[in-house]
């Protein structure tokens, strides 16, 4: 009796993989980017001394709002391509869109060091937390009611038996 063959059988990831749309999710992604660096530059204008008033968000600021954007689409981009290209969803996707926006990063600084050094780093922490389950708390999908409410919960120390007092 042999063993069947495995060559043709195709990968279960491969099989059940969807396709991103990749110049959509970038868009979406890439607006609620924006809307970020919208936030930071309202900041940076109002913290800011200058006597350009409230147009000082677009004027002085207001590139704040197109880095970000752009790191955000760049993102996007870079991880669906990626993702499309490989069939798989998994962490590296995120670390090639990390990295790809932390070299976005670098080249606004116009230094091809902090280009490189921000690929490196935006890209580690993507993938570490695209390894880790997306969540900063880690895996608790797969637990129960009682063990999250237990985790939630602020677990008291049991105190050592008190001393038995002498007279």
Known sequence: MSAP????VPDADASSYEAKPSIQYA????????????FVSSVQNALGTHSHGAAGFLTRS???IGFFAAMGATFAMTESV??????????????????????????????????????AVIGAA???????????????????????RKR????????????????
């Open 5 to 8: 063959a495995t060559d043709n």
């Open 27 to 38: 868009a979406k992604v890439g607006l609620q980017a924006g809307l970020v660096g919208a």
């Open 62 to 64: 207001g590139g704040t």
């Open 82 to 119: 990626v993702a499309n290209t490989r069939e798989k969803e998994d962490y590296l996707n995120g670390v090639a869109g990390g990295c790809a926006a932390g070299f976005l990063a670098g080249i606004r600084a116009r230094s091809l060091p902090v280009a490189v050094a921000s690929c």
């Open 126 to 148: 993507v993938g570490t937390f695209d390894y880790g389950g997306n969540s900063l708390r880690g895996d608790t999908a797969s637990l129960s009611f009682e063990e999250r």
């Open 152 to 167: 939630f919960f602020k677990q008291h120390p049991s105190s050592p038996p008190l001393p038995a007092a002498e007279e």
